[in-house]
């Protein structure tokens, strides 16, 4: 999906009409206030001893309170999207895909029943097991986080109503398939030589599908409807997730090589400590011992189709990390421009009154006092304004809620420490003024 993601015309022409109107009205709105400002105006709206009006303090208060607003809406949003990402990394795939290859192939050997091919199938997978590095390998004809497909089953003698008959993911193994990637059997056995084509049909089912086939019951030794005829539940395997990591297994079943007709593609999977580069040419050559006509393919891991499944939720973080993080940088700047201005505004209220005896531990708590009360304000806002964001994101999201209290009490402690820090400096500075030299120079 993101292989397909370009830059859009439409879209880039947008953001620079955007940007520049937003320059533009950025720069009109001050320079309209000053030159429709009189004189008369200017004095009534000057406070005694400072320079500066309080409408010109309101907005560029305004601006730091919207930029940490901002800057909050944005932390949620990556906070929510990082816990997310962390919840689906902690997914249980039911399966172990570390040190396992996989490799697609298709043969044209003709084989005249089942059993000439099950056979051959084996003589494949001997020669496989058999090369150096190689601990075990099984065939499939759909690894996990591959293809989505659906099969009609039922529980032998029950009734379902129109539009209510079960359907289950199914898989087509080979007796070894479950043990490379360790799915644990959690009942009964799993496929053995012995179940070929001219002995009773077997199955395998998830955990969930044995609990919606048979429900309070025990799924062992009961049958199944399916291809029009019974098959017999041997085992009950854990749930594996083979669509997405952050969708369900639903029902699923697993059908024995032996047994459920001829594939002419299938899929060898290797479990070996082996690098890939290393592994594919030897299991390669072993495979064309057994059949040179096996057309050559690309080998690929079962963790990097893992990591593939989480890709578009990665870079949707990658993205929204990378505006929070410079939101949160221009609010600690807006805060530090902001305050430094009105501390040099007032260096001589601050001279009077620390010739007055006020300490420079206390003109430093006023001074920073301010900067919290900008903070926690933008805060506030911010923090209402991302109460709406995160549940129009809802579908983003993966093991939490919207209102996730952890994702916004960091946020909150991060705004407010970054705000605390970017006050620290410019309070520091008024501290260290000179009261003789702010009453020369007011």
Do not use: K
């Not at 997914?91 to 056979?119: D, K, Q, Y």
């Not at 293809?147 to 379902?160: C, D, F, K, Q, V």
């Not at 420079?360 to 209402?384: D, S």
């Amino acid at each position: 999906m993101l292989s397909r993601v370009s830059i859009d015309g439409m879209t880039l022409l947008s953001a620079l009409i955007l940007t520049i109107g937003v320059g533009l009205l950025l720069g009109i709105l001050p320079a309209l206030q000053f030159t429709q400002a009189t004189q008369h105006a200017v004095i009534q709206d000057s406070s005694r001893g400072s320079t500066e009006g309080r409408g010109s303090t309101v907005v560029r208060e305004g601006l730091v309170v919207g930029e940490v607003a901002l800057a909050c809406v944005l932390l949620v949003s990556g906070g929510l999207l990082l816990r997310s990402f962390l919840s689906v990394l902690d997914v249980e795939l039911g399966f172990r895909p570390e040190n396992v290859a996989a490799w697609e192939f298709e043969t044209r050997r003709h084989s005249s029943n089942l059993i000439e091919r099950t056979a051959f199938f084996d003589e494949l997978i001997r020669r496989v097991e058999a090369t150096p590095g190689v601990d075990a390998a099984g065939l499939t004809d759909t690894p996990p986080l591959g293809r989505n497909r659906a099969w009609s089953i039922g529980a032998l003698g029950a009734e379902y109503r129109s539009g209510e008959q079960p359907v289950a993911f199914p898989r087509i193994v080979d007796r070894r398939y479950l043990s490379v990637m360790r799915i644990p059997i959690v009942t009964g056995r799993g496929f053995t030589a012995h179940d070929d084509d001219e002995s009773s049909r077997v199955i395998i089912l998830n955990q969930t599908a044995a609990e919606t086939l048979f429900p309070g019951q025990d799924p062992l030794g009961q049958y199944v409807v399916l291809y029009e005829g019974e098959w017999e539940v041997i085992g009950i395997v854990g749930d594996v997730r083979h669509q997405s990591l952050e969708q369900s297994s639903g029902l699923e079943m697993y059908l024995p090589i032996a047994q459920a007709g001829g594939f002419q593609t299938l899929t060898m999977v290797v479990r070996s400590p082996l690098p890939l580069a290393t592994l594919a040419p030897s299991v390669r050559a072993a495979m064309r011992e057994v059949d040179p006509t096996i057309p050559s393919g690309d080998f690929w891991t079962l963790e990097s189709v893992v990591d593939r499944s989480i890709s578009p939720r990665r870079f949707v973080l990658i993205l929204v990390g990378a505006f929070a993080g410079t939101g949160l940088a221009l609010a600690a700047l807006g805060i530090y421009a902001g305050l430094s201005f009105w501390v040099s505004q007032r260096i001589p209220e601050i001279g009077i009154r620390m010739a007055l005896g006020e300490s420079a531990a206390h003109v430093m708590r006023r001074v920073v006092g301010r900067t919290m009360v900008l903070a926690v304000t933008g805060v506030a806002i911010g923090a209402a304004a991302s109460i709406v964001v995160s549940r129009l994101m809802r579908s983003l999201l993966y093991g939490i809620g919207p209102s996730d209290v952890p994702t916004f009490a960091a946020v909150v402690l991060v705004l407010l420490s970054a705000s605390a820090s970017a006050g620290f400096l410019p309070a520091w500075r008024a501290s260290r003024t000179d009261p003789i030299e702010a009453l020369r120079t007011a």
